[in-house]
């Protein structure tokens, strides 16, 4: 929950001792399930390797702008690190798994907790579509324009715990098109040729997004008649955009419009499939914000196009980092920027004066351990924008 919605219970919550503070993310978290709808069908596509600006307004991607008038324009939702495989495996199992490349990952299969072992634990089905597998249950490294490092389910592929079955693992060519019969949560992977990794702007921009309309128009319109939900996401940008990425919800339980809440990746995308569910978290996204104003059961309105804005960039933060303010706010100049760890305890202030609609000032990590941590613009004791920080 972003904390400009609820800025009084915020400000005294974080001014209270741990316990409170997990009170309080308790009765946050009961509220989280019972206000984000769980559709019969999820759809989640995964594209590659550009930042918003790239895709929400271009000409080149005309249907993927028709989603985002359809449904929930994520406008600050941002990616973890670069490059590709350890968001998708992050997106998937809210640990990067020890992963910082694209190779083929050591160890597996896996054990650790993960979105498709949860979903087939708790009753649900789980299936992964990736063009230009060779085969179900495929672990090879690529194949045509294949690219096992899209592929995060396949590193959990097996028999033991928290392991998914390999027919879980499918070609495209497997994609239904009866979508009753789509598993309960389910991820298409376009080929590298198709998902915007190959060739150059504006061209592969406008192949995926012809790609997307081809092989996932049927379902996006089936599912607005049969409470089902599609999801479009990238797994990182270009490294031009602070990793900020398009990211598309629509279905008939979405409010339709641009969320300009900041702060949000692939660990609160996560949660919010978990809470759907009703799943134990996996790995970081136990300390995640679940996306809730999205929908249309909570009656919580988005903010307006005067919202603070704010950017700390890169995120993670290994040494130092940037902090990006625009926007006008009601009160006095100064600002204060505030860090807390995951049990409220204030870590850090630093003051920002002489404020009059947009600033950029050094975050300096300090002797912060690594983790999970939340920061808070301040105006005296209002709180008027809010995110998530982690600390490598």
């Known amino acids: 929950m972003k904390a400009a919605y609820f800025p009084i219970a915020k400000t005294r919550i974080f001014s209270r001792t741990g316990i409170g503070v997990i009170f309080f993310s308790f009765i946050l978290q009961l509220t989280m399930l019972a206000v984000i709808p769980k559709p019969d069908k999820v759809v989640i596509c995964i594209l590659e390797n550009h930042g918003y600006p790239q895709v929400i307004g271009s000409g080149a991607a005309p249907y993927i702008n028709q989603l985002a008038g359809m449904g929930a324009n994520m406008v600050e939702f941002y990616a973890l ?26 160890g597996t299969p896996w054990s650790v907790p993960n979105l498709g072992a949860s979903l087939i634990d708790a ?14 249950g ?32 499918m070609p495209l060519t497997m994609f239904p098109t009866d979508f009753n019969l789509l598993p309960d949560l389910s991820f298409v992977i376009p080929n590298q040729d ?15 997004d012809d790609w997307v309309r081809n092989h996932l128009e049927a379902y996006v319109n089936w599912a607005m008649t049969h409470n089902s939900l599609f999801i479009l996401t990238f797994d990182e940008d270009n490294n031009l955009y602070q990793n900020r990425i398009p990211t598309i ?34 790995g970081a996204s136990a300390a995640a914000d679940p996306i809730i104003e999205i929908w249309k059961t909570t009656g919580i309105e988005q903010p307006s196009g005067e919202a603070l804005r704010v950017i700390l960039y890169p995120n993670p933060v290994k040494e130092n980092a940037n902090l990006v303010i625009s926007g006008n706010v009601k009160f ?35 002797d912060l351990s690594s983790g999970i941590y939340y920061w808070r613009i301040h105006e005296k004791d209002e709180i008027l924008s809010s995110g998530k920080v982690i600390l490598d």
């Open 249 to 282: 919800f629509v279905g008939p339980m979405v409010q339709s419009g641009n969320y300009l809440a900041n702060g949000y990746h692939h660990y609160d995308h996560l949660r919010t499939l978990e809470d759907m569910f009703g799943l134990p978290y996996a």
């Open 81 to 106: 690190t670069h490059p590709s495989q350890p968001n998708y495996i992050m997106l998937f199992s809210g640990e990067n798994q020890g992963v910082t490349t694209d190779a083929v990952p050591s």
């Open 194 to 208: 198709n998902d915007m990794h190959n060739g150059s702007d504006p061209a592969r921009i406008t192949i995926a």
């Open 332 to 366: 006095a100049t100064t600002l204060e920027f505030r860090l807390f760890d995951i049990l409220g305890n204030c870590v850090k202030k630093q003051s920002i004066l002489n404020y009059t609609g947009q600033a950029s000032i050094p975050f300096k990590r300090d």
């Open 123 to 136: 009753g649900y089905t789980f299936g992964g579509y990736s063009e230009d597998l060779p085969g179900v």
């Open 138 to 169: 495929s672990n090879v490294a690529s194949s045509g324009a294949y690219a096992r490092k899209h592929n995060p389910w396949v590193n959990w592929q097996g028999t033991g715990t928290n392991q998914i079955p390999a027919s879980c693992n």
